[in-house]
Structures are given as C-alpha cells and as structure tokens.
C-alpha cells in the first residue's frame, strides 16, 4: 500500500495535498470530534457560529483566546514537515487546508490554501479592517486581554477572521482550491472526515477529472470509499514511512 503511494507521488504531474483536522492531532491539536467537552463542556458546534457570536461576544472571544493559546503552544508534526519537503522536492504543488491552526505555514509550506481561515487572523465586523497577531506583534496583548477586541480603525466589534459553521467560504480560497483539484492527478488527502462540505468536493473533483486519491486516516472517512490507496494509519507515521520510500525511487 505505502508503496504503490509512493509510485503514485514520485510519478505525478501535479500532487495536490488535501488536509484536516487529523493531521494536526498527534501535534496536540484536537479535532473536533475529540473536542467534546473540551472546554467548558461546549460542544464546537455551540461556540463556532455567527449565532452564538450574536448571542454571546464575550463567551466566544473567551473560547477563542483559549485556542490561540493551545494552537500557538502547538509544533508542526512529521507529516507537516513531510509535506513542506514534498513541495521542495517538486513533488507537491499545493496543500489545500481546512485547519485554521497556522501549522503549514509553520512547517515551511510555501503554496497553502486555507479554507477556513486562521485562527491568529481578525477581522472587524464593521469595516474591511483586518489583522494577523502573528505580524503585528499584537499576541500577547491580545491574548490578556479580557475585554471585547476592538476595531483600531472604527471601534467596532473583532471577531476571529476564521469560517463558523453556516458561514460561506471565502471565495478566492475556494475557487483557487477548486481550480487545484481540477489540474491536479494526485490528490493526498491527510486526516479530515469528508464530511465538511464545500470543502469535501476537492477530493471528488480530482477523482472526476480521471486523477487518483490516496488518503491517510487513522479511520475510514467520507473520501474512503472513493480512495485509491488507503492507509489506515496516524498521519506522522504514515508521512514518514511514505517519505522513505518516495526518496528510494526518484
Ligand atoms: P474532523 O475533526 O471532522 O475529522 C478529523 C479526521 O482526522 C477524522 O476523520 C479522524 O479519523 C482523523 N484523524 C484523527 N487523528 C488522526 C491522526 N493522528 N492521523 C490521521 N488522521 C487522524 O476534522 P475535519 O474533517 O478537518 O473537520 C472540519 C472542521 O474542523 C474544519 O472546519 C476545521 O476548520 C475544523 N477544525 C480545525 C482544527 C485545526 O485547525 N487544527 C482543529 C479542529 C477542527
Ligand atoms: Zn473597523
């Protein structure tokens, strides 16, 4: 199996990476299904919604400032690395991630898509202001803070420029990542259910323009049944073992 993805990799066009939740895990990021209760007994679904945002500013700016903080504590795992290797090797063109947690960025990837957003990215609920702690230096003030983050250009309301449940994607994001899938002959899909949709197409449309899927998941997914090669294994395993054998044949 390992090998006949490896041949795959070594022998494509245009590899695109496709990634979730599940390849950050072993990075001690959960996912959202080994969320629950995780923190103060919120389900994700309760907390990540323009609803509960409306309702709530204060409760989701807390649950917000808590996950800034686990996910900046967070490293890049073996599989995050893999992929940035990939892309220098040649192999890889892109990675298409569905993660807000910045790990790709961390790990060297140079052409990255995200979905989602990033979690150390806001945005003004009022006027086009945006901002990414990360740059601006602004983390640490950010995260001791206990307040609503205000708009320095207008006073209005931040909120945490990532994509809640019922929010539409950000279009560029998915027309880039769409155009990807088309081009792309092999798609390596690392760690997300395939449930989450627009973004579960990207896998299909690869499959639909005659290229191959190989997917690493500790689990059958929404993508398994339509998986070329599939590895049933943790994604820094699994990247590992690929990379040994993907530098044996080229
Ligand atoms: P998900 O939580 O629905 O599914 C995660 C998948 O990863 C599952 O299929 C699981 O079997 C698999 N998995 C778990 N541990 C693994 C491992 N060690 N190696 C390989 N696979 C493993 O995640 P998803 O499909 O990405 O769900 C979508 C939503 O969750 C996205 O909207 C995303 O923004 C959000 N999310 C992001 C993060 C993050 O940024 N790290 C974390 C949690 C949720
Ligand atoms: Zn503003």
């Not at 990476?17 to 072993?26: L, V």
């Not at 967070?74 to 990939?86: D, G, S, T, V």
């Not at 420029?161 to 690392?190: K, M, Q, T």
């Amino acid at each position: 199996m390992i090998e006949e993805a490896a041949k795959l990799l070594a022998r494509s066009r245009f590899a695109i990476a496709f990634t979730g939740a599940g390849i950050s895990a072993e990075s001690g990021v959960p996912t959202f299904r080994g969320f629950n209760g995780l923190w103060k007994k919120h389900r994700p679904e309760e907390l990540a919604t323009p609803e509960a945002f409306r309702k709530d500013p204060y409760l989701v700016w807390e649950f917000y400032r808590w996950r800034m903080d686990l996910i900046r504590k967070a490293k890049p795992n073996r599989a995050h690395y893999a992929l940035a290797e990939l892309e220098s090797m040649g192999i890889l063109k892109a990675v298409i991630t569905q993660n807000v947690d910045d790990l790709h960025r961390e790990a060297g990837t140079g052409n990255l898509i995200e979905l989602h957003g990033n979690i150390f990215q806001v945005k003004c609920t009022s006027c086009g202001y945006g901002e990414y702690l990360k740059e601006s230096g602004r983390l640490e003030e950010f995260l001791a803070q206990s307040n609503l983050p205000q708009c320095p250009d207008c006073g209005s309301l931040l909120r945490p420029d990532v994509v809640w449940f019922g929010e539409p994607l950000p279009r560029s994001a998915l027309n880039e990542a769409f155009r990807l899938a088309e081009r792309a002959d092999v798609v390596l899909v690392i760690g997300t259910s395939g449930v989450v949709y627009p973004a579960a197409y990207i896998p299909q449309i690869v499959k639909e323009t005659g290229g191959r899927i190989i997917e690493i998941n500790t689990e059958e997914s929404g993508i398994t049944p339509i998986a070329d090669v599939f590895l049933r294994c943790p994604a820094g395993e699994a990247m590992e073992k690929l990379m040994t054998r993907i530098k044996g044949l080229i």
